[in-house]
């Protein structure tokens, strides 16, 4: 085997969105890409604000000498201070350059987190149904997840069941609002109820358990819903994020992670995490997109677009018998699997061209995932598959 087992299993345990992606592929090869309703990848359907492509345009009629070099492994000082700036609208202390690191998307900033503070054996809680790619990160690093379900019925936190779950290794949970898969935005309440609870079992532990906010979709909230600043709740806290989804650029790879300022030893921290954006090879965020970033903190992609994707889909299921939680932000709807076993479901929607991803690929079973960053009419063609694929579930 030119692979390690370990791999090899986790390829199988990540296999649902490839598996889907790859069955798409076929059908599409069959019966023409208009044919086929593909909502298996959160990859956006929106384009860039324009202000991003003005901001390329100038930039490239007026390069700059050294634009291309190597430069700080946190990043360019201008860019880090625009981030800053804009996190500081909405934290409850001032958010300085020094707390904020350029990383290559969310995924870069969680890996750089996790390799920062995790020494081996060291436990993250994640919370059910998650984004998978945490657990393979969490093993990067040596660390093993502990899997927390979130409430039956809502996907919000479930305060006791994450507290009973840490122990003396836990390091870290994840928290991820707006969320995917579910679309749920987690209130101030249960933030604030978080971080009291942190502080209790930090002092009995006697040792410092982060949060980490991954929040690439905090700008996707939709009827002006608020993203509460997990600073204002949560004193160890690290927001992970990207401009992957609010600017749509997901394959320029782009994003940060920003320490609050009230963290304990957060100097230290941002020097560790500097070292290890280093030797993880990632060694700085792309200039390129860092350069432009700077100047479009408040910009962000027509949010409209997805809202009217959400709701036509949202009530026309709904109509049909499915049910599922109304997403606030994202771009996923997650409702339960009309059949007990989604990876079933999953296969009956196939056969009407429809291609979800199951529960299981997000740890909870009994459910499946739709990614509305489609265009509209894929979603407004995929209606009266729908409908067939409602009868023939019993629905
Ligand atoms: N976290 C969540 C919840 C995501 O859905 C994604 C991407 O889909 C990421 C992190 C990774 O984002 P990025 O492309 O910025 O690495």
Redesign the pocket.
Known sequence: MAISSKISGFIERASWIRKMFEEGARLKAVHGENQVFDFTL?NPSTEPPEAFNQALLALAQHPQPGMHRYMNNAGYPETREAVARHLSRIAPTPVEAAHVIMTC????A?NVTLKTILDPGDEVIILAPY?V?YIFYVDNHGGTTRTVNTREGSFQLDIDAIEAAIGPKTRAIIV?SPN?PTGVIYPAEDLQALGIMLERKQRELGRTIFVLS?E?YARLSYDDADVPCIFSHVRNAIIVT?H?KDLAL?GERI?YLAANPAMEEVSQFMEGAIFCNRVLGFVNAPALMQRLVAGLQEERVDIADYQAKRDILYEHLTALGFKMVKPEGGFYLFPRSPLEDDVAFARLTQGHRVLVVPGQGFGSPGYFRIAYCVPMETIKASLPAWEKIARDAGL
């Open positions: 959160g998307g969310a995924g870069g969680l984004f790619e991820n995917n991954d690439p990207s992957s997901p994003g």
